[in-house]
């Protein structure tokens, strides 16, 4: 009977996969913050970037989320047109754009690990031409896999003509090029583009739509090689399908890029499967293109978890692509929608999108306090996985069952956060929202399987969890923030 019952102490041990939970306190003469990004680690303190209509902060946390200091960002002004923000280990780095009079100026001021800014606020470059026959440009900043390039860039538009610019750093912000408004070629005047990449080695990457909306006839590659010094322009033949929104994802170690998308039998219609497309990355030319679909196994598991009949996959989008590290790729698809599901949130051909730039600050991985309330339920459920071998063949599918229905003021609950820890990738998520001071913890093992571990209690009376916005700041590091009492807070989570 003691040998039962060790036995059973050493599995429970194992199963609870001990967490260790930090909790921010609440400033009561603090004003709710109207909007917020989880800005990343430097060194042990966490950053994280608020703001009200009275002005922005960048908030300092230690490792016990204990609050170090405020900063001020007085330099963001009525004169601020854009800001971004890049982290690495030594450093936070504030990029903005400012106007004076005709003049557009981009300018960067740099914090340490304890929040001080570093030196002066640096003008990294003027732009002279009248902003009156220009539309407002909106930077967006990349960092490679290895942290070793960085990437800068922004879209403008001039009587009707289309010219990219960017800017390529090494880690140390050394300026290594310049490019100057490169020109695009489009058949379109609305360019679509997808996001853009950038690999270890500084060349970068991204797609634009050719075709009508529910027609496309092909979609194109654009590829700057640092080496070179040349902006390319690759069309990829589509044969006339009909896809959703497309990803580029970079394997660096593979040298491949990995081109995937849903496929839908007509515009608006059933999801029936995935296309996939692996390039050389250094020629562009093509390695592998399938077409994938969905097990009648699968099938059988989502029908007989929930009774559905039908087009069981008809609202489920791709949310996130893994690169594996023996080459290929893990798709991670997540079911979303509005109402009562009849009419589909899904909009084939929607790159994302740097022509339909959100509201100034706005993101999503910021939060509004003061959303009204709205009737139409949001619903948001079972995840899939798919993972895909090098030549893209499939290897495996598994679900993650979930069942999430809420209204809009309360999104920021549902959906889930992922952690890769380095041997599993956890899936975070409530699984039960009339407690959301419990989260569900999934992980998917290398082989496809996914085990269950213990639950994540809050331990702080009060704080509720808001998962889908958390951020991965370290190995084993998970930064979630919540409710308690009614006030934005902050967990570090440590697995």
Known sequence: MKLSLITLLVLFAELSFCQTVFYSSTDRNEKPASYYKILGNVGNSTFIHKGNKDGQRISVYNSSMQLVKNISLDYIDGFTLDIEFLVNTDQLSVFFIKTFNSYVTLQVARYNEFGNIQDSIEIIDTISSPLRDREP?????????????VLLHHLQKNDGDIYFSAYIYDKSFNLIRHINKAFLKTRRKRIILSDIEIDDKGNFFFLSDNGSRNDVKSTSIYSYSLQENRLVFLEIPMNKILTGKLHLTIDNAHNLIFISGLLYTKYHDAMNGILSIALDKTTLSEKARTHTGFSNDLYKRMTVKYGKEG??????????IIVKSDSGIILILEENYTGDGRRKNVDPNSFGQLNNVPVFFGNESSISLFTPPIDQQKHSNDIILVSLDGHLNKMWETPIYKKQTTYPREKNFISYKTINDGSQIHFIFLENLENKQILSNYALQPNGEIKRYATIKSRQKGFEFMPTLGMQVGSNVLVVPGFSRNKLAFARINF
Do not use: C, R, T
């Not at 440009?137 to 390039?149: A, C, T």
């Not at 087009?311 to 996130?320: A, G, M």
């Open 137 to 149: 440009m909106l930077f967006k900043i990349k960092m490679s896999e290895n942290k070793q390039m």
């Open 311 to 320: 087009f069981v996959y008809d609202h489920f989008d791709i949310d996130n």
